[in-house]
């Protein structure tokens, strides 16, 4: 058969199927149903490790006219990409395009979904798929070719990403006199790239690692997937952190497992927010930022302690993007200030962190 021509089905756990094309590896696959609607960045999104366990409905109708870069490294990681895989389970979009032109392209999409062994299926209509997952929230999915058995459909939000996700042992990114532990729950590469641009030595640790005993100047937890309450040894080492007094900053799924060190609750979102353009205001200066985003889970800022406070609110859902400490350097945001894809309205909050760290 014409490649292209395949027959593949997205099928969802209420029963509803969108048939369609494959453009990826032929294989079935299981995962979590979500949207993004960013509109480019699609090989930083893919790569991305806040999506492990996830099938992806990228909302944007064109995707694949500028191909994907090479494998250059750049402070000995992957130049373009998040990290040095595709980490959604599978991809689905509403048109493909085979053809791709960009001065940087290496190869199709196409090419490295087959080469990275993830599916993919064109052909869907993306709007009414996102209309049904904005009104009934994420749901299970699975992608099965018409030609292969079927599976059972999969949570991954029982599993712990952050395990897999995460190095293994501890990796030194030597640059500057200032070091910060990194706490590895899926870092993005943007994020350690940030703080080499700025003379800064990270030390990239486990998950699990208890970094309280390395010598540093301040203590970053990153981004990644699933549910933060998987995060046991994380949330147990961060409360030890805290009476260090070291700044600590947390991004995305590290600012609710600081929040949970700290003593408050976190809860799934409806559907999420994976986008490139969500606003979120600061409190105080009532000033709105455009961010970056993917996350499913949420802090619940009314259940923050007395001496901590909501630092910046979704301005579509009224959702916490962000706590802060009233007298001590501990600050995490739900949004990423490295974007990657997306505006670096928020870069400043690197800066911030690190007036902190030399000071």
């Known amino acids: 058969m014409e490649f292209g021509k395949q027959p593949i089905k997205l099928i969802l756990e209420d029963g509803t199927v969108f048939e369609g094309y494959s453009f990826g590896s032929p294989k079935n696959v299981s995962g979590e149903l979500v949207f993004n609607t960013g509109m480019v960045g699609y090989p930083e999104t893919l790569t991305d490790p806040s999506y492990r366990g996830q099938i992806l409905v990228l909302t944007y109708p064109l995707i694949g006219n500028y191909g994907v870069p090479g494998d250059e490294r750049e402070y000995d990681l992957s ?3 998040e990290s040095d895989q595709i980490q959604v389970q599978g991809l689905v979009v509403a048109e493909y395009s085979f053809r791709y032109s960009h ?3 290496k190869r199709s999409l196409s090419e490295w979904l087959i080469e990275q062994g993830v599916p993919a299926i064109y052909g869907v209509d993306t709007r009414a798929l996102t209309i049904r997952l904005r009104d009934q929230g994420t749901m299970l999915a699975k992608i099965v070719r018409d030609d292969a058995r079927d599976i059972e459909f999969t949570d991954p939000n029982k599993q712990n990403l952050v395990a897999e ?3 293994k042992e501890p990796v030194f990114y030597k640059k500057g006199k200032s070091r910060i532990a990194l706490v590895d729950c899926g870092v993005k590469n943007n994020i350690i790239k940030a703080f080499l641009k700025r003379d800064i030595t990270v030390i990239r640790v486990p998950w699990d690692c208890d ?3 390395e010598r540093v100047d301040g203590i970053l937890v990153s981004n990644g997937p699933g549910d933060p309450m998987m995060c046991a040894e994380t949330i ?3 409360k030890r952190a805290l009476t260090l007094n070291l700044p600590i900053l947390g991004i995305c799924l590290g600012s609710q497992i600081l929040g949970l060190a700290a003593g408050a609750r976190t809860y799934k979102l409806k559907y999420g927010h994976r986008s490139q353009n ?15 985003q993917n996350h499913g889970y949420a802090l619940d800022a009314d259940t923050l302690p007395q001496d901590w406070r909501e630092w910046f609110v979704n301005n579509n859902d009224q959702t916490n993007e962000g706590i802060i400490h ?3 350097p501990f600050f995490g945001t739900q949004f990423h200030p490295e974007a990657s894809p997306g505006p670096d309205d928020t870069e400043f909050l690197f800066d911030m962190f690190l007036r902190a760290v030399t000071s």
Do not use: D, H, L, M
């Open 211 to 213: 970094f309280t005993r």
């Open 278 to 292: 969500q606003p979120c205001k600061e409190s105080g200066t009532k000033r709105c930022y455009i961010t970056s």
């Open 165 to 167: 996700v995460s190095v």
């Open 103 to 105: 001065w940087n392209a």
């Open 236 to 238: 147990e080492n961060v």
């Open 326 to 328: 009233i007298s001590k």
């Open 79 to 81: 130049k373009y990409f």
